[in-house]
């Protein structure tokens, strides 16, 4: 399973952002959660899911937002599963409290721990993976991510241009300039690797 364990950057400069973002991530992914989120600490939540797929996905909007450490953790949860994340217990957890501890010092701030690894991958590998495409949506300008944003499956980049009132050469040339293609291709092989991690359940 997987564990997201996510702190709050500046909780006190900032004010509590904990709280309005739990029922925002519990209507958008709840479907895709073993355990909701639920808060932990002052500033800090957690959250689980057997999905591979939502793990990266809530990775990526979190890191976005730039106000939150994240640390994902893969390994096996005590079953049967309790009524609250904040109960939940297992390798998974303690993986997620070593991951967050180092994203809190690391440049994207995220990082990985796996319980076991999976043949030839490792919790560190995958990691690395997913470095590579933080780095990548990091150097995304604002114009760039109003492309992405737009560009979703079955969308023209001409429906693009049209509602950003720009041409469909300056949507091509902005989609790969920030990486969109790449980032579409990496998703799906990241998916693989953190399902491998987790023993191949899909």
Known sequence: MFVLTVDQVDSRGLGDRVGPLLPE??????DALALGPDRTAGDEFQLLTRDARAALGLVLELTRRDDWSVGLGVGGVDEPLPATTREAAGEAFV???????????????????AATAAGPLDGADVEAFADLLLEVRSRRSPEGWAVADRLLPGTTQAAVAQELGITAQAVS??????????????????????????????
């Open 95 to 113: 993986a997620a409290r070593d991951a967050v501890d180092r994203a809190k010092r690391a440049a994207h701030r995220f990082a990985l721990s």
């Open 173 to 202: 040339l902005r989609a790969k300039a920030a990486g969109i293609r790449l980032e579409e291709r990496a998703t799906p092989a990241l998916v693989r690797a953190l399902r491998a991690l987790d023993g191949g359940r899909p």
């Open 25 to 30: 991530l519990a209507h958008r992914w709840g």
